[in-house]
């Protein structure tokens, strides 16, 4: 199985920040890697597709970038609704596998 | 719109199993194919499996073979994960998503409880 494994685990920031979160897969994934966030009691969301497109709807402070094995979520400028979980997964073999998430805390 | 609505919460027993809808509406149901994750409380997204509505084939995680079965009526757009021989750490909410390559859509969940 493709192990997934993000970085940080959680991290704390303030309205207006830069964050980045990373992934890094055991093996080459190309491009098929995805982006979710998650509020609690909530299903995920999809916001970054095969890597670097930002899914429908989605705003555009966030962004992806990375190919092969390494993977980089950046969100801009945090705003209050950013606070959430936010999950890797690949696609490029089954199983599919999920990042074990990535907490933004204030 | 593009929806999946799951059915709702469950309590079960030890050794028990569990069957678990998940309607489809506002597209082809046939055209993509329909994925089960499930997340324990607190914890992360672990990928269950997924099936083919069009052909009713199927792929498990490993770890499900053998004691999870995901099938579909297609003639009521839904999905259907059941899950056998219930024990306490398969307590979670269980996610059905459409998905051709990313998880696109997903249901609102359905809680599943094992307690004796």
């Known amino acids: 199985d493709i192990q997934m494994t993000q970085s940080p685990s959680s991290l704390s920031a303030s309205v207006g920040d830069r964050v980045t979160i990373t992934c890094r897969a055991s093996?080459?994934?190309?491009?098929?890697l995805y982006w979710y966030q998650q509020k609690p009691g909530k299903a995920p969301k999809l916001l970054i597709y095969?890597?670097?497109t930002l899914q429908s709807g989605v705003p555009s402070r966030f962004s992806g970038s990375g190919s092969g094995t390494d993977f980089t979520l950046t969100i801009s400028s945090l705003q209050p609704e950013d606070f959430a979980t936010y999950y890797c997964?690949?696609?490029?073999?089954?199983?599919?596998?999920f990042g074990q998430g990535t907490k933004v805390e204030i | 719109q593009v929806q999946l609505v799951q059915s709702g919460a469950e309590v079960k027993k030890p050794g028990a199993s569990v069957k678990v809808s998940c309607k489809a509406s506002?597209?082809?149901?046939?055209?993509?194919?329909m994925h089960w994750v499930r997340q324990a409380p607190g914890q992360g997204l672990e990928w269950m499996g997924r099936?083919?509505?069009?052909?009713?084939?199927?792929n498990y995680a490993q770890k499900f073979q053998g004691w999870v079965t995901m099938t579909t009526d297609t003639s009521i757009s839904t999905a259907y994960m059941e899950l056998s021989n219930l024990k306490s750490d398969d307590t979670a909410v269980y996610y059905c998503?459409?998905?051709?390559?990313?998880?696109?859509?997903w249901g609102q969940g359905t809680m599943v409880t094992v307690s004796s």
């Open positions: 099936i083919n509505p069009n052909s009713g084939g199927t």
């Open positions: 093996q080459n994934i190309n491009i098929y």
């Open positions: 997964q690949q696609s490029y073999t089954s199983p599919r596998t």
């Open positions: 998503a459409r998905a051709e390559n990313a998880f696109d859509i």
């Open positions: 506002g597209y082809t149901f046939t055209a993509y194919y």
């Open positions: 095969a890597a670097t």
